[in-house]
């Protein structure tokens, strides 16, 4: 790998259709893009050589994605709103480049600070909720959760990766999360919907909730703030 690579971050949504597309699938739209955008994407050493990119936190799938990352390697510098131009141009209806900017040498990448994220999650018509029922859920000392490990399967305190949790729309049944997600905790969305329905003796049933993340979110000491 060379070391004098310009690094680069790119914020994307991945909306509509494409919310049912994996991650390697949308890797291999971003290779083939740069590829046809005539990007100078720098390759990874080897006898495999790849291209140098990284997404900071794969999207589920069936999620859609406002605020999503990745980082990529350029053997030249360019304009960052040359790269968002060219590749927005190839790009299949579903997936844009927001914003792009050049990161500074010693930056971490956006996989190793993502430690949170937030999402809108939009309820069905029947959940009748109220913010109170999401405040006695919040009360809670611990939320148990069976989560399967590389392993076993072990029981898991998921309270202290859940931050906050609002009507966002309460009218429209729209609610907002702020939780831990990232490489070193990780709780996912509709494991807090799944408790929280269980809390106020309803059944989640998950085809009929739509998640969207908005950001992936990095610590600072003010609390959190977007990559």
Do not use: W
Not at 45 to 74: C, K, V, W
Not at 183 to 207: L, Q, W, Y
Request: charged fraction near 30%; proline fraction near 3%; hydrophobic fraction near 40%.
């Amino acid at each position: 790998m060379n070391n004098e690579n310009i690094k680069y971050r790119l914020k994307f949504e991945k909306i509509m259709r494409l919310k049912f597309i994996g991650h390697l699938d949308l890797l291999d739209i971003f290779q083939r893009t740069i590829n046809r955008a005539g990007l100078p994407i720098a390759y990874s050493q080897g006898f495999n050589p790849h291209q140098l990119m990284s997404f900071a936190l794969p999207l589920t799938l069936g999620f859609e994605g406002r605020g999503e990352y990745i980082d990529i390697e350029l053997t030249e510098e360019r304009d960052t709103s040359i790269i968002k131009e060219s590749l927005n141009k190839s790009f299949p209806e579903g997936l844009l480049i927001i914003s792009a900017r050049k990161l500074e040498k010693g930056e971490k990448s956006g996989a190793s600070l993502t430690e949170g994220a937030l999402y809108d999650v939009i309820v069905p018509e029947d959940f009748k909720i109220t913010q109170k029922d999401i405040d006695g859920f919040l009360n809670l000392k611990e939320i148990k959760i069976m989560k399967k490990g590389k392993k076993k399967t072990v029981e898991e305190d998921i309270r202290p990766d859940i931050y906050e949790i609002k009507f966002f729309d309460e009218e429209r049944q729209r609610i907002q999360m702020l939780i831990s997600q990232g490489s070193m905790r990780n709780v996912k969305p509709e494991a807090v919907m799944t408790e929280i329905c269980k809390f106020v003796g309803r059944e989640f049933i998950f085809h009929k909730y739509k998640f969207i993340r908005l950001e992936l979110l990095k610590r600072t000491d003010s609390g959190f703030a977007a990559l």
